[in-house]
T-cell receptor, first 113, second 116 residues
C-alpha cells in the first residue's frame, strides 16, 4: 500500500464548477499537508500549506484536513480554464525543510470553457 | 517569492553521453537542495538530498555513481546523469528553501531529459 493515495483522474469539469480533489494517507505521523499545482513540463508551485485538522481558505481555494480519517481535500470554487493542471498533494512528518515530502500521484484537472 | 532557476529546461542526448542539469537559487541561499525525478503520470520521487560543501545523501535504489550531485555553493547545485540510457529519460526537478521550514520550499522549473 502506498503511503499516499491520490486518484490520477483525469477530471474534467465545466468552467465555474466546484472541484474536489482528494488524497488519503496511511501514516498517522504526517502532520504537515500541502497542495501543489503543476502545469505541464513545469515545476510544482505551492498552493496551500496546512498543519492541523480543519479548513484553510485562500481565495477560491480551500484545503481541508481530517486527521482522524487520514484524508485531505482541496476545493476549487468557480473553476477557471487556467486552473487546468495537475494537482499534487504532499505531506511530511516534520516542518523542517529537510523533512521528506511524500507526494501523491497527482490528479489531472481540465476545466472546459 | 523566492526563485529557483533550473537549466536546461529540455535536453536531448545520445545514449552513453553525460548530461548536466543546474539548479540555482537566485535570491536566497540554500543550504539544502533536493533532486526529484518524475515519470509521466507518476508522482515526484526523491532521488537525493544535496548539502552545500558535503556529499549528497541518496535515496534507496538511486545509483550515486550514475547520478552525480554537486553542491559547491549556497546558490548552486548540479545533477549530472552519467552515461545516460533511454530508461533515464524523465523529468528532473530540483527544490530549495531559503530557511528551515518546508512551507517556504520552492521548486525549479524542471528539466525534461530525453535519451535517444
Amino acid at each position: 500500500q502506498k503511503e499516499v493515495e491520490q486518484d490520477p483522474g483525469p477530471l474534467s469539469v465545466p468552467e465555474g464548477a466546484i472541484v474536489s480533489l482528494n488524497c488519503t494517507y496511511s501514516n498517522s505521523a504526517f502532520q504537515y499537508f500541502m497542495w501543489y499545482r503543476q502545469y505541464s513540463r513545469k515545476g510544482p508551485e505551492l498552493l496551500m500549506y496546512t498543519y492541523s485538522s480543519g479548513n484553510k481558505e485562500d481565495g477560491r481555494f480551500t484545503a481541508q484536513v481530517d486527521k482522524s480519517s487520514k484524508y485531505i481535500s482541496l476545493f476549487i470554487r468557480d473553476s477557471q480554464p487556467s486552473d487546468s493542471a495537475t494537482y499534487l498533494c504532499a505531506m511530511s512528518v516534520s516542518s523542517s525543510n529537510t523533512g521528506k515530502l511524500i507526494f501523491g500521484q497527482g490528479t489531472t484537472l481540465q476545466v472546459k470553457p | 517569492g523566492a526563485v529557483v532557476s533550473q537549466h536546461p529546461s529540455w535536453v536531448i542526448c545520445k545514449s552513453g553521453t553525460s548530461v548536466k542539469i543546474e539548479c540555482r537559487s537566485l535570491d536566497f541561499q540554500a543550504t539544502t537542495m533536493f533532486w526529484y525525478r518524475q515519470f509521466p503520470k507518476q508522482s515526484l520521487m526523491l532521488m537525493a538530498t544535496s548539502n552545500e560543501g558535503s556529499k549528497a545523501t541518496y535515496e534507496q535504489g538511486v545509483e550515486k555513481d550514475k547520478f552525480l550531485i554537486n553542491h559547491a555553493s549556497l546558490t548552486l547545485s548540479t545533477l549530472t546523469v552519467t552515461s545516460a540510457h533511454p530508461e533515464d529519460s524523465s523529468f528532473y526537478i530540483c527544490r530549495a528553501a531559503p530557511g528551515t521550514v518546508n512551507e517556504k520550499l520552492f521548486f525549479g522549473s524542471g528539466t525534461q531529459l530525453s535519451v535517444l
